[in-house]
């Protein structure tokens, strides 16, 4: 397998640009995470899949932040309108049986905004 | 709620071992403490993880008190290859009875030659 997949790996948008992000997870891993790594707070949870339902958005900063995923294997990070605080790199994570185990992450989108 | 605290960082020599410890006070009763790795540019990568007592795996040890509020990552023989950023990674139930991940904050590990 090829790992956990995002795209794009570098985006830079102007501010109150909608911005999209893409994760192709792990075949047959069942639970999906969205990070978020700044430098002042450090890698923050903000939402995770189960079976393609999401079961905790209490991470997402706010309502300008949605996630998807409308099958097993591809999910999205909307941003919309984008803010230069979102500037940050993005991570996608997926792991197989159970919420807390290996968790196999991928490269990350770095986003600026401008 | 559940809170990590590592030290910022750690100096080492190549071939020493290295203990890195993360203190986690509330953490989900029973769920697993688990350490991650994380070169520059890249996701975090799993080490190990651990429920109670000791785990040993082909490149760490994890020690874990009894109390649990509290767990070392251990690197026996260091070798520049490890200079990275260590995190800890633990479970916390609230009182809503909702589970969240919390990531520690990070241990920048040097290793000089």
């Known amino acids: 397998d090829a790992g956990v997949i995002q795209s794009p790996r570098h985006e830079v948008t102007e501010m109150g640009q909608e911005v999209t992000l893409r994760c192709k997870p792990i075949?047959?891993?069942?639970?999906l995470f969205w990070y978020r790594q700044t430098m002042m707070r450090g890698l923050e949870l903000l939402i995770y899949f189960n079976n393609n339902v999401p079961i905790d958005d209490s991470g997402m900063p706010e309502d300008r932040f949605s996630a998807k995923m409308p099958n097993a294997s591809f999910s999205t990070l909307k941003i919309q309108p984008s803010e230069p605080r979102d500037s940050a790199v993005y991570f996608c994570?997926?792991?197989?049986?159970?919420?807390?185990?290996?968790?196999?992450f991928g490269q990350g989108t770095r986003l600026t905004v401008v | 709620l559940a809170k990590t605290t590592q030290p910022i960082s750690m100096d080492s020599y190549e071939g020493q071992e290295v203990n890195i410890t993360c203190s986690h006070n509330?953490?989900?009763?029973?769920?697993?403490i688990t350490w991650y790795q994380q070169f520059p540019s890249q996701g975090p990568r799993f080490i190990i993880q651990g429920y109670k007592t000791k785990v040993t795996n082909e490149v760490a040890s994890l020690f874990i008190p009894a109390d649990r509020k509290s767990s070392t990552l251990s690197l026996p023989r260091v070798s520049l290859s490890d200079t990275a950023v260590y995190y800890c990674l633990v479970g916390d139930t609230r009182m809503d009875s909702s589970y969240k991940l919390i990531f520690g904050s990070g241990t920048r590990l040097l290793v000089r030659p």
């Open positions: 075949s047959g891993h069942d639970y």
């Open positions: 994570a997926s792991s197989r049986d159970r919420v807390n185990t290996e968790a196999f």
């Open positions: 509330n953490i989900a009763t029973n769920d697993y």
